[in-house]
């Protein structure tokens, strides 16, 4: 008798606490669902593995890439900058750090040397001072600047400008590793030169 009325007690519960017992119910099955959930997440975010970054500065574009997919990694091109000094696809930055503890198939950003010269427009540089136009195209990452002087009253205005001997018009692409020349007033000298006067009042006229 003792043991039927213990076999009961479950039942006896449900009826007497349905509420009560629904909520328990709900219970273990939320936390059997964030379980699940949490083990599904590990497995899809590989926890616990990761990828050390090579370090592929100076590399060829294609030597890197093949450097990353060796280590379990994908290469993909950012930006690029023009630079005299190193091959064109050289990389020069790369985004994570070496030696930087990655999850694998994590791509890695390169920044590479271009294989040509960035463009650049120029703009109005005639009727300012050789200083402001300096700037301006040096602003424009243009280095090879030179000034020539020409017959002018305006000193150190900007009288025009070239580019490998054609006349420098505003507008006009150029690669940042032109060569411009500056055409600069000389501006008039200050020295006036000095004019004989002669007297003639002791020169004889005939009559």
Do not use: C
């Not at 999850?103 to 950003?109: F, G, I, L, Q």
């Not at 020539?148 to 009253?153: G, K, L, M, W």
Request: aromatic share 8%; proline share 6%.
């Amino acid at each position: 008798m003792e043991q039927k009325k213990s076999t009961n007690q479950p039942m006896n519960f449900v009826k007497r606490h349905p509420i009560l017992f629904n909520l328990l119910l709900i219970m273990l099955v939320g936390f059997g669902v964030v379980w699940m959930a949490l083990i599904g997440l590990d497995i899809w975010t590989e926890h616990g593995k990761f990828e050390i970054v090579p370090d592929i500065k100076g590399m060829t574009y294609d030597q890197a890439a093949t450097a990353l997919e060796a280590a379990g990694l994908k290469a993909e091109l950012s930006d690029s900058m023009y630079e005299a000094t190193k091959l064109p696809g050289t990389v020069l930055e790369q985004s994570p750090r070496a030696n930087t503890k990655v999850k694998p198939n994590r791509t890695v950003y390169l920044t590479t040397t271009a294989f040509s010269p960035k463009m650049v427009i120029v703009p109005a540089l005639t009727d300012m001072s050789v200083r402001t136009a300096k700037s301006a195209l040096e602003g424009l990452g243009i280095k090879k600047i030179t000034v020539t002087y020409v017959p002018s009253e305006f000193k150190d205005l900007v009288m025009g400008a070239r580019s490998d001997g054609k006349p420098l018009e505003p507008g006009t692409r150029i690669p940042i590793t032109s060569k411009v020349t500056l055409e600069v007033g000389e501006g008039i000298s200050s020295d006036i030169d000095s004019l004989d006067v002669y007297d003639d009042s002791e020169y004889s006229y005939p009559e």
